[in-house]
């Protein structure tokens, strides 16, 4: 009984701590949050329908922050980033179609970025994915510190 009441209680101490933290949007959380769920269509730049790149550019839009509309494009802006250095709104760029850079997410922390998928429209997928893992070319810091510190500060 003691050690069942001993895990109850750390069971809803995570719980608080956990839900405290999941609740608390930050402008960056805030964008890429609305734009979850929408449907895949190419070319697409708003809630309707996205594209990769189109996500990425609507996102960042709402961060007060221009990007083109191109994967390739994105990946020649800001500052190359190692992988074991990423930050929440650094893109993360793919090879999908045997060519080069073709896809395009916003890392949000925790080894995961949210993306247009062709089949699946927004989604949160781990960096680890087995198809995005063996496909991955390179990340970019978009941000400079100090929008970093505005797009993460809890938005009121």
């Known amino acids: 009984m003691k050690k069942l009441v001993s895990f109850v209680f ?9 839900v405290g933290s999941v609740f608390a949007e930050t402008p960056l959380s805030a964008a890429v949050n609305e734009g979850l769920g929408s449907p895949y269509k190419w070319a697409g730049t708003t809630t309707n329908g996205f594209d990769c790149s189109g996500f990425t ?4 839009d709402k961060l007060g922050v221009d990007l083109p509309h191109s994967s390739k494009g994105q990946a020649q802006l800001g500052t ?7 930050r929440p709104g650094d893109l993360v760029f793919f090879n999908t179609d045997g060519k080069g850079i073709s896809h395009v997410g916003v ?3 925790d080894g995961k970025f949210y993306h247009s998928a062709t089949n ?4 949160i997928t781990k960096m680890t994915d087995s198809y995005y893992a063996k496909r991955y070319v390179t990340a970019r810091r978009i ?3 100090d929008q970093y510190g505005q797009v993460m500060t809890d938005a009121k």
């Open 57 to 60: 550019s609507w996102v960042f």
């Open 143 to 145: 941000l400079s510190d």
């Open 120 to 123: 699946e429209g927004v989604v």
């Open 10 to 18: 750390s069971a809803a101490l995570f719980c608080t701590i956990s």
């Open 80 to 86: 190359t980033v190692e992988k074991n250095d990423l």
């Open 107 to 109: 890392y949000v922390g």
